[in-house]
């Protein structure tokens, strides 16, 4: 039997190291938009983060599209990982 900390392995690695990497290129290298990380942290949250450009365009609320892109990059993430533990759960029961 696979522990929960093996099943899970990449479900919460993905989100993990996204956490860190938006925190420090929207922190040291990005904060109040100044710098080339908040290009960077745009950039890794893609394509997810195209649904904050339309939440925007439809709700005119510009402070929402950071934390929208976020959560939707972060849920990116996690599903990337979900299918990556199956996929490899899949070729172990083989």
Do not use: C, N
């Amino acid at each position: 039997m696979i522990s929960l900390r093996r099943k899970y392995f990449f479900t919460f690695l993905f989100p993990s190291i996204y956490i860190i990497a938006a925190a420090i290129l929207s922190g040291p290298f990005g904060g109040a938009g100044h710098g080339w990380g908040v290009g960077a942290f745009l950039d890794i949250s893609m394509p997810a983060g195209l649904i904050g450009f339309l939440v925007v365009s439809i709700i005119p609320v510009e402070w929402l599209l950071v934390p929208i892109v976020f959560l939707a990059a972060l849920v990116q993430y996690a599903l990337l990982g979900y299918l990556l533990d199956r996929f490899l759960k899949s070729r172990r029961e083989r």
